[in-house]
């Protein structure tokens, strides 16, 4: 079940200003070691540390692969890939600059296999959340 909250836009340069729209309250985060818990209590011959060991490895090894500029394809889960965030175009090609016309890098995730949006929405139902609390770590720290 995914519970939602609903928030209007306050931003008045919006097109949608003043229009509420559905966020998804999220419970909880977990970390690698949550997940090797998780799926270790899966019926699985391997202990949560075998598990956990892996999937440090796993993603160690997706990020050296990213960064020497392949993709990753988890099936059923998604196709990891990196972009670039241009900063503006060059006038020439003589004239661009990756210093001046690139702001970074960022990590892409497009959902693949049985974990598309069709999927998704004939699978997930949605609830409206009558109430929710901030824990002090979910709080933004000053």
Known sequence: ???YVLR???NEKSSAYGKYF???????????????????????????????????????C???????????KIADLAIFS???KNNGGSETE?????????????????????LT????NLEATLKKATAVTKSKKDEPEP
């Open 8 to 10: 209007q836009n306050n």
């Open 94 to 114: 003589d004239d661009f600059s990756v210093s001046k016309h690139i702001k970074g890098v960022k990590l892409r995730a497009r959902a693949t296999g049985d």
């Open 62 to 72: 997706i990020k050296e692969l990213l960064l020497e500029g392949k993709n990753v």
């Open 22 to 60: 559905a966020f998804p309250v999220i419970e909880e985060t977990l970390d690698l070691e949550n997940l090797a818990e998780h799926m270790a209590n899966h019926n699985t011959p391997f202990s949560k540390g075998a598990i956990k060991g892996i999937l440090t490895d796993m993603v160690s």
């Open 1 to 3: 079940m995914i519970l």
């Open 82 to 84: 990196l972009g670039i």
């Open 117 to 120: 949006t069709t999927s998704l």
